[in-house]
């Protein structure tokens, strides 16, 4: 039976369409069903928030299986993963804030493939000095990666289908920065792995992430899982929900007397409360 995920971030409470995705995943793993903390960004989680997603799973009746894993206590399984992978050559530093890159696109804006990074550090000569004073990230070097692992792997969704990537899909992305020592690709194919998940639950919105990720599995040799990229809960006017818009919270379903369980069961069958809508992006197999 597949074992599946919810990661939430605490960066606020949780709303329908986190309802719905938990749903999804606890559904489909059949009894096996982990829970992690997606806590890497420090300047926007609260531990409140970690409290409050605890309420809401319990108050869905959605019990996570086994120890909950918190994403800030495995620092050092990030930091051995990007070591790794310094020593054979495929990550650089990149110096580039965000305004180096509007640039850089603006002036080159086909030197990389797609909306991807356009390579401004990648031939940097090695510079300890600077790396000892200047703020950086730390990028995949994809073609190198690409080498190593005779191109792209693409991935089977629940449903058989099997997905390619093309380049357009895939860019030098960070692994690492000052502020937040693992990108969400390094820490989620480490803990995917790490909690034993065999399928991936997700919304639609991260299949563009599943490319990248890919590749980080076959260079860290870590399983290949399969993915359920579902649809995505949206208000009836098709806009996203979202934590920053104030999206209709769980706790305040909870608290004008919606029944927990009876919402998930409603969501399993595909059948949402008036005044939602679903939404499903496109991608080309």
């Known amino acids: ?28 793993g059949d009894g096996t069903f982990r829970l992690r903390i997606d806590d890497l960004d420090p300047a926007r989680s609260r531990p409140e928030y970690v409290d409050g997603i605890m309420e809401d799973l319990d108050w869905l009746g959605l019990s996570p299986d086994g120890e909950v894993m918190v994403e800030s206590e495995r620092l050092d399984r990030y930091a051995a993963a990007l070591e790794e992978l ?76 099997r997905f390619r990537s093309t380049r357009d899909h895939v860019g030098d992305a960070i692994l690492s920065r000052k502020d937040a020592p693992s990108s969400y690709h390094l820490a989620c194919v480490l803990d995917d792995a790490d909690q034993g998940v065999d399928m991936v639950v997700r919304g639609a919105d991260l299949r563009p992430s599943t490319p990248i990720q890919r590749v980080l599995q076959q260079l860290l040799c870590l399983p290949e899982p399969t993915y359920f990229h579902h649809k995505l809960v949206t208000h009836e006017d098709g806009k996203r929900l979202a934590k920053r818009d104030k999206a209709p919270t ?36």
């Not at 990074?117 to 070097?141: F, K, M, N, Q, V």
């Not at 369980?261 to 939404?279: D, I, K, M, W, Y």
Request: with cysteine.
């Open 86 to 161: 310094k020593d054979r050559g495929l990550v650089y530093p990149c110096f580039c804030t965000r305004a180096d890159i509007a640039e850089a696109m603006l002036n080159a804006p086909h030197g990389d493939p797609g909306h991807h990074y356009p390579g401004t550090c990648r031939r940097l000569a090695p510079d300890p000095a600077r790396l000892e004073a200047e703020p950086h990230s730390w990028r995949l070097d994809v073609g190198r990666a690409l080498e190593e692992i005779g191109g792209l792997p693409g991935w089977t969704e629940r449903d058989g289908i």
């Open 250 to 285: 769980l706790e305040a379903m909870r608290a004008d007397g919606v029944d927990g369980p009876a919402l998930v069961e409603s969501l399993t069958a595909q059948s949402l409360p008036l005044g939602f809508a679903f939404h499903e992006p496109t991608w080309e197999a």
């Open 1 to 28: 039976m597949p074992v599946t995920r919810f990661a939430p971030s605490p960066s606020g409470r949780l709303h329908l369409g986190h309802a719905f995705s938990a749903a999804m995943a606890a559904d489909a």
